[in-house]
């Protein structure tokens, strides 16, 4: 029986949240902060290890990380746009890494039962790219294979690793998984008041 290819997860988390106001990677969500939901989501499913780039208020979101059992990068050029957040993380890993899945700082509603789908999809499959989908549109946690890192690594400014969707498209694996989790990140306030009624019980009557 063949080994499964190890895939490591890394999470950005480098931004300054501009259109936001503030560094929503620190907001609170569950009795934790943001990131940290993602961080912990992260840890919780099957990816060999975990990588956090961070760049905006490093200072601040490191010391959170302590005891994670994660591997932290600061990006000096975080920016310059998203592009360089990923080529961080990609510099980190070591040979047994034979994908990469990106993860978004802003997204904590992301669970670890997604992120083992598209692990598990790319494992049987051995696609090049793996994104999940929700009603008719791609999301995040998107995984690349090894294959692809040097088209990642040309990459610049804020696009992040869309451009290899066209360049993979008739290999690219896209994966239909439930509910809408995938879509949401937190770009905006409205978006975060939203994400906090996420938080409240059924029966919340606030």
Known sequence: MSRLPKVAGIVL???KGTRMGQTKQLLP???RTILEC???SALASSLHRVIVVIGHQSDLIEPLLQGR???VIVNPLFSTGQSSSLQAGLRELTDESEAALFLLGDQPLVTPQTIDRVIAAYQA????I???VSAGRRGNPALFSRETFPSIQRLSGDCGARPLFDEYAERLLALP???PDIL???DTEEDYRLLLRQERLPDDPS
């Open 13 to 15: 988390a480098a931004g």
């Open 29 to 31: 969500f569950q009795g």
């Open 38 to 40: 993602v961080v912990d």
């Open 69 to 71: 059992g994660v591997t």
């Open 125 to 128: 499959s051995r696609s090049p």
């Open 130 to 132: 793996v994104v999940p």
């Open 177 to 179: 998984v439930p509910g």
């Open 184 to 186: 949401f990140d937190v």
